[in-house]
Structures are given as C-alpha cells and as structure tokens.
C-alpha cells in the first residue's frame, strides 16, 4: 500500500507564496516520478511540475519563473514553492507519484487527497 500525504494549502493575497509539500509512504520500490497536477472548479486537472528521477524538472508555461519544485529522494519528498501567485492559480492541488512497489513490477500512479490552494485578496 502507498499513501501520498500533501500539507501546505490555504488562503493567500495575490502576490503572496505557499509551500507545498507531498510525503510518499508505504511500500515503495522505485519512484519513477513525482510532482503536482491542479484542478480548478469547471477545468480539467492540469500539470503543474512534475520531477522524474534522474531528469530535468518540467513545469506548466503558466507557472514558469514562479514555482519551484525540489525533491528529496532519501524521504521520498517533493515540495512546491508557489511565489507571486495570482487568483488564477486556486484551485485543489494534488500530488502525483509514479511507484513501483517491489522488483520487476510494473509503475503505477497514485494521487493524494488533495489540498485547496486559494489566492484572493
């Protein structure tokens, strides 16, 4: 089993910054990727960035030059910087995971629960 636990959402001004952070747990092999999708009420879920173990960081055009994504391979942890955000960017961010859980099994992709991200002034 694999649980993906997100922290770090809530409310803040146009031009403010949040963190998140996403924790993977459970039994996990191999991580191919991590990262964090959007979805906004009416909209599909989108890409924010995602981080591939080995490979370069890729972010949406929407949100280059303002978020970061970093990880930390050793607790299976990715955080994302939101700086200068705009109301454009609420919506429920959740974190994506690709594990493998033992030797010779395939990749799958697990999601968390989610976290509401809401900027307004």
């Known amino acids: 089993q694999v649980q993906l636990v997100e922290s770090g959402g809530g409310l803040v001004q146009p031009g403010g910054s949040l963190r998140l952070s996403c924790a993977a747990s459970?039994?996990?092999?191999?991580?191919?990727?991590m990262g964090w999708y959007r979805q906004a009420p009416g909209k599909q879920r989108e890409l924010v960035a995602v981080?591939?173990?080995?490979?370069?960081?890729n972010y949406a055009d929407s949100v280059k030059g303002r978020f970061t994504l970093s990880r930390d391979n050793a607790k299976n942890t990715v955080f994302l910087q939101m700086n200068s955000l705009k109301p454009e960017d609420t919506a429920v961010y959740y974190c994506?995971?690709?594990?493998?859980?033992?030797?010779?099994?395939?990749?799958?992709?697990?999601w968390g629960q989610g976290t509401q991200v809401t900027v307004s002034s």
């Open positions: 981080i591939p173990s080995g490979g370069m960081t």
């Open positions: 994506n995971a690709v594990i493998s859980r033992s030797w010779g099994n395939p990749f799958y992709a697990y």
């Open positions: 459970g039994s996990i092999f191999s991580i191919k990727a």
